[in-house]
């Protein structure tokens, strides 16, 4: 089975960056990434240009 990676991660995570577009309640943007690094996994917010790290990948989908 193949898993598409870069757009399950779309769906789970959301930016770190509480100044970003994607966390404005008015705003219509959805959180999308760009993948930098998959070992270790380094996303990049396609908004806000902040990194996402593993262990922050992590804490998010542990909740
Ligand atoms: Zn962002």
Do not use: G, H, W
């Amino acid at each position: 089975m193949r898993i598409d990676l870069e757009s399950i991660l779309k769906k789970l995570l959301k930016c770190n960056n509480l100044n970003c577009i994607t966390n404005q309640p008015r705003e219509e943007a959805k959180a999308k990434f760009q993948i930098k690094s998959v070992e270790p996994i380094i996303l990049q917010c396609y908004y806000c240009e902040r990194y996402l790290t593993e262990n922050e990948i992590l804490k998010q989908l542990d909740k």
